[in-house]
């Protein structure tokens, strides 16, 4: 079974266009997170949700809108696509915000979502 | 603030074993965790620090030292198939920092 799926795998779209990633968790985690990976490999956060609650909105443009409609899931839109937003995103979920001390708190991440923007 | 150092490429032959240190700067610190990614892959768990010292997983191992804000994490008896990218991220503020990670190539 997987664990965070995100769909589409690949997303091919021009300039101008709108469009959606999906995921979904199936480990019943209470936090639910939006990361960027561009073409040298950095790895960014751009959305974290709790319980359906945004708490974590890095500086992104506001073409970029999550919604969480669950708490298994959480959306990620994107308005007027431009060429820089080409990159692989993941979702993600750790069973709770922050950390608990000596655990930590395991991120698991999606395959990812590799959008090109033509 | 944050900032996030690590080596951005690294290349070990087959059998050796390497090190890859961290740097970190982050406020309100509780651990430093260490992900691995191969190339079209997604980055998995691989072992995380919440006190100094050494923890050992295996051929892995992953090293803290708060008081240097410090880590590094050393892959031992390398395998071709450890070649990928090996993010350290220092939990800090309620959340975890990565940066662009250490590509490993490991050689025959």
């Known amino acids: 079974d997987t664990a965070v799926s995100q769909t589409p795998k690949y997303l091919v779209t021009q300039m101008g266009n709108d469009k959606s990633i999906k995921c979904e968790q199936n480990l019943g985690h209470d936090t639910m997170y939006w990361y960027k990976q561009d073409s040298k490999k950095f790895l960014k956060i751009m959305f974290s949700?709790?319980?359906?609650?945004?708490?974590i909105n890095e500086t992104v443009p506001n073409r970029f809108s999550p919604k969480s409609p669950d708490k298994a899931h959480l959306n990620l839109h994107i308005n007027s696509l431009e060429l820089g937003d080409s990159a692989v995103y993941f979702c993600?979920?750790?069973?709770?915000?922050?950390?608990?001390?000596?655990?930590?708190?395991?991120?698991?991440f999606g395959e990812g979502s590799w959008l090109t923007v033509v | 603030g944050q900032s996030l150092e690590q080596p951005s490429e690294v290349t070990a032959v087959e059998g050796a074993i390497v090190q890859i240190n961290c740097t970190y700067q982050t406020s309100g610190f509780y651990g430093l965790s260490w992900y691995q990614q191969h190339d079209g892959g997604a980055p998995t768990f691989l072992s995380y620090n919440a006190l100094d010292g050494l923890e050992e997983t295996g051929r892995f191992s992953s090293f803290l030292s708060r008081s240097d804000s410090y880590g590094y994490l050393l892959l031992q008896e390398l395998q071709m198939k450890d070649s990928a990218s090996y993010f350290c991220?220092?939990?800090?503020?309620?959340?975890?920092?990565f940066g662009g990670g250490t590509r490993l190539m490991v050689k025959p």
């Open positions: 993600a979920s750790s069973q709770h915000f922050g950390s608990t001390g000596l655990s930590g708190n395991t991120i698991y």
């Open positions: 991220a220092p939990g800090g503020g309620n959340m975890l920092t």
């Open positions: 949700y709790n319980n359906k609650e945004l708490i």
